[in-house]
């Protein structure tokens, strides 16, 4: 008896083990500017809501253990109630993942979206189609869970994230009709749907191609080869030379030294002279706009 009941524990735990979903996403609500009890009540369970929803969706076919989980957060700052049920704010994403063998995490991503109007009401649960467009605070949810995704799978394998930023564009084509922003070509050069057309468009794979090499070869390795991968990762930054030539100061490429820009600096600053000169000549060349940033590694 005693076995059997042994057993099933061991094959629950296992199933737990394997079945957990993809994201370990944080999330807070800030609402200083919308004042009340009924609304702090109300942001109270839409952030436990939120919360729900991104981590026990199910968002990809693949199977994860809990340490395997994408580290990622979402911050909704509610600036103003339009209505009784209706919110206008803005949603930051952050995303990062794990260094091989250190206890470093590298940030992907972080963004803040503020094209972002939502209705919510209380005793709400979320639901998400893929193929259909429900309602915007979901559907921009969604969007950035499969942009987030993408960016981790990308930086694990050569074009790895292709399935999921199809995903996310599903979800813009999904919402062409609806009257919230964000989604449409003709709202400006960046938002949800100019992150995504230009990520599929073969002028920037340079981006998710150097996401690969920064990561695989170059963090990844440095715990046991420190040099190699510093040099490694001076080298992805070429990958982003056409994108730039092609395509200079577009909204992708500030995404990318967004987030990683403090960590070049710090990768660099630790690097021989020349290394260094070569480091903020690159920088400077694909991202001018931080010049003064860059210029922080010639002088430690």
């Known amino acids: ?9 061991l094959f629950v735990l296992t199933v737990s083990r394997i079945s957990a979903q993809e994201l370990n ?12 009890t009924v609304e702090k009540q109300v942001f109270e369970q839409m952030q436990k809501i939120v919360f729900e929803f991104m981590n026990n969706t199910k968002w990809t076919k693949d199977l994860y253990t809990q340490q395997e989980r994408i580290d990622c957060s979402i911050l909704i700052n509610v600036t103003q109630k339009l209505s009784t049920d209706e919110y206008l704010g803005t949603i930051q994403i952050q995303s990062r993942r794990p260094v091989y063998k250190s206890s470093y995490y590298s940030p992907l991503l972080n963004y ?3 094209n972002f109007q939502f209705r919510f009401q209380q005793f709400t649960q979320l639901e998400f189609n893929l193929n259909t467009f429900q309602n915007n605070l979901t559907s921009v949810l969604a969007f950035y869970a499969y942009v987030v995704i993408a960016m981790d799978y990308d930086s694990y394998s050569p074009l790895g994230g292709t399935p999921y930023w199809q995903m996310a564009q599903t979800i813009v084509n999904n919402a062409q009709t609806t009257s919230e922003k964000g989604w449409k070509s003709s709202e400006g050069t ?3 749907y100019w992150l995504i057309e230009n990520q599929l468009q073969p002028v920037f794979q ?17 715990s046991e080869k420190v040099d190699q991968g510093r040099a490694n990762i001076l080298s ?13 100061a577009s909204f992708n490429m500030q995404l990318f030294f967004n987030a990683k820009g403090d960590e070049l600096v710090n990768v660099f600053s630790k690097g021989l002279p020349e ?14 706009a931080n010049t003064t940033k860059y210029l922080k590694i010639s002088n430690n």
Not at 25 to 36: P, Y
Not at 275 to 288: C, G, I, N, T
């Open 1 to 9: 008896m005693f076995k059997r009941i042994f057993i099933a524990l």
């Open 25 to 36: 996403c944080q999330v807070s609500i800030v609402s200083q500017q919308v004042q009340g």
């Open 112 to 114: 803040i979206d503020e």
């Open 190 to 192: 960046k938002n949800r």
């Open 206 to 222: 340079g981006i998710r191609d150097c996401n690969y090499k920064y990561h695989r070869e170059g963090l990844d390795i440095m």
């Open 236 to 248: 992805s930054l070429d990958l982003l030379i056409p994108v730039y030539n092609n395509r200079p």
């Open 275 to 288: 290394e260094k000169s070569k480091a903020v000549e690159k920088l400077m060349l694909v991202d001018p």
